[in-house]
């Protein structure tokens, strides 16, 4: 008996690091869907009725689960896009331009070597998404190391020439005069990613889940993953120990772009078939929510964008069945975000007066976010 004491407070210690880090998330959903609650019933809908439907539609049918994980793949490597340059320190707003870029690279391989067999031609399409993303995000990237133009401002404004490439490019270089909206031709069925099962569910699912995994292995047991999580938590310490800040900086912003342009990728070869308008929906947005709060982490975004997939899908069924317009579920996305910063803010006060030293993160989303990119 006395020999199995000493292993208890072990235990306890870590039950307890576990319990301090999920309670946040909890009462941070709870806290959203009550404030969302509150405004469905001053609409005059029922949120049990509204919510039910949120929750449900995802695992209802076997349509529903497809749906939902085709939703993920985008959610999560747009998230992950935000996220590695964040661990940096470093914000990349331009993935919606990246997703475009790579998009954009895929279909013109897609269209032009159409003709090519499977193995030859869906890596080839992949990989040029993958440079088209990493090519746009890599302009940013330049700028801000040899001019020192600001990340934010920079991948801002090349979203916006993004959307006149798109527009050019489904309109004057490949354009599908039948389809009555900017679009391309199909790429051809070679360029098409496998599908397995019945709905049909495309095989990027995995192939985001692999560079899930390869990130996450990357930041905990790499060199470049040591240097990025340093140069986030202290870049003029990193600076004096002899890291290059400009280089992990630039090659973080850069991989972030990739990410996104694999992203475009795979939308144009397992979803749409082609390039077309508004390809990038809100994922910008969305993934930006995922990755803060995930707070950085590259292993918590897929749960995370799990969690906001299934929001998603059952946005337009809420819509259906409570009557509740589908843009709540965003309101509900942004509360959960505005919480778990907030019980960041009232952690770092109760520790304060505790007299205990901070634990990192604190009101601001990069401090918050940067140390968990270690976890």
């Known amino acids: 008996m006395t020999a199995a004491t000493p292993n208890r407070a072990p235990n306890r210690g870590a039950a307890g690091t576990v319990l301090r880090a999920v309670v946040p998330y909890l009462v941070a959903v709870a806290a959203a869907f009550v404030v969302a609650g509150v405004v469905v019933a001053l609409l005059g809908h029922n949120p049990f009725v509204a919510f039910r439907s949120v929750v449900t539609t995802s695992f209802a049918t076997s349509f529903g689960v497809v749906e939902t994980f085709i939703k993920w793949v985008p959610l999560t490597l747009m998230a992950l896009a935000f996220a590695i340059p964040l661990g940096a320190g470093r914000f990349n707003i331009g993935g919606e331009g990246q997703l475009i870029l790579g998009a954009t690279a895929a279909t ?3 269209v032009t070597l159409s003709d090519l067999p499977t193995p030859v031609l869906l890596p080839l399409v992949l990989i040029a998404g993958i440079l088209g993303g990493g090519v746009w995000a890599g302009i940013a990237a330049w700028l801000m190391s040899r001019f020192r133009i600001n990340e934010i401002l920079s991948t801002v404004l090349l979203n916006f020439v993004s959307f006149q490439v798109l527009d050019y490019v489904a309109s004057e270089v490949w354009p599908d005069v039948g389809a009555g909206f900017p679009a391309t031709v199909k790429v051809g069925d070679g360029a098409m990613l496998p599908t397995v099962g019945r709905p049909a569910l495309h095989t990027g699912v995995f192939l985001a889940a692999l560079v ?6 990357l930041m905990r047991r790499s060199v470049p993953g040591f240097e990025l999580r340093a140069v986030g938590i202290n870049e003029r310490a990193s600076k004096v120990h002899g890291i290059r800040t400009s280089r992990v900086a630039v090659g973080a912003l850069t991989v972030g772009g990739m990410v996104a342009g694999l992203s475009g990728a795979i939308e144009v070869t397992g979803v749409h078939g082609n390039l077309l308008e508004g390809i990038q929906s809100n994922y910008l ?6 990755g803060l709060i995930a707070r950085g982490s590259v292993v918590l975004v897929p749960f995370v964008a799990f969690g906001i997939s299934i929001l998603e899908i059952g946005a337009s069924a809420m819509q259906r069945t409570a009557q ?3 843009e709540l579920v965003l309101i509900v996305e942004g509360l959960i975000l505005l919480f778990l910063l907030l019980s960041d803010v ?4 109760w520790r304060r007066r505790r007299g205990a030293p901070p634990a990192g993160s604190v009101t601001a989303p990069v401090a918050t ?7």
């Open 108 to 110: 013109a391989v897609g």
């Open 212 to 217: 899930v995994i390869v990130c996450a292995v």
């Open 285 to 290: 947005l969305l993934g930006i929510i995922i």
């Open 324 to 326: 509740v317009p589908a």
């Open 346 to 349: 009232l952690a770092a006060r």
């Open 369 to 375: 976010a940067v140390p968990e990119v270690a976890s």
